[in-house]
């Protein structure tokens, strides 16, 4: 596996833990039609769920900068990037601070979801055309359907949603980013061996 796919899977499972924590400690937001930013807005769940998207957060950045500086196609690089942005942006509007942080993350999650949609199905057309990979974005578009349906409170499946759309979309990211390493590898120097630039 090459050294971004490692960074990314680290990052997935960085959020996951610290998800984990946070349902241990408050197991009634699976539960909440509140969606993840449940545990954002609970002062004994907070600080862990933040850490963890942090660490995400920072994780996917790095993985963005050595795919940068590899031979792997420019639109990887870019797409990882605008991936830790949109995290962040969702992080950065906690919905319990006011009405207006509250549209600000209905927006922000909505548009994180929007983007993590395209970019999987750009991932399968470009970088990872596999049945696997089909499959994996009709998870992520049912458990968005599930999700959407939940925030209409249609019904109150939020938070199962999610954890579908996510975690689907996570192995899609960490298996494409696998694949350019190796593909890399047969004619172009390997992901996880191109040197950093050298510091003056």
């Known amino acids: ?103 600000a993350h209905d927006l922000a999650s909505t548009l994180l979801f929007l983007y993590q949609l395209g970019f999987a199905i750009w991932l399968v057309h470009s970088v990872w055309r596999t049945r696997a990979g089909v499959a994996l974005v009709g998870i992520q578009f049912i458990g968005g359907l599930v999700a959407m349906f939940s925030q209409l409170q249609l019904i109150p499946l939020l938070g199962l949603g999610i954890f579908a759309f996510q ?15 190796r593909e890399v590898r047969q004619g172009e120097p390997a992901i996880e061996d191109v040197p950093a630039p050298a510091v003056n």
């Open 1 to 103: 596996m090459s050294m971004p796919a490692r960074y990314l899977l680290s990052a997935q499972v960085v959020f996951f833990l610290s998800l984990a924590v946070c349902v241990l400690v408050r197991p009634e937001g699976l539960n909440d039609n509140h969606g993840w930013s449940f545990y954002e807005g609970r002062r004994d769940t907070v600080v862990p769920y933040v850490l963890g998207v942090l660490g995400g957060i920072l994780l996917v950045a790095y993985a963005s900068a050595l795919l940068e500086r590899s031979a792997a196609p420019r639109g990887l690089s870019m797409g990882v990037m605008l991936l830790a942005l949109f995290l962040f942006l969702d992080l950065a509007t906690p919905d319990t601070v006011s009405s207006v942080f509250y549209w």
């Open 167 to 181: 975690l689907a979309f996570g192995i899609l990211v960490v298996c494409a980013t696998a694949s350019v390493g």
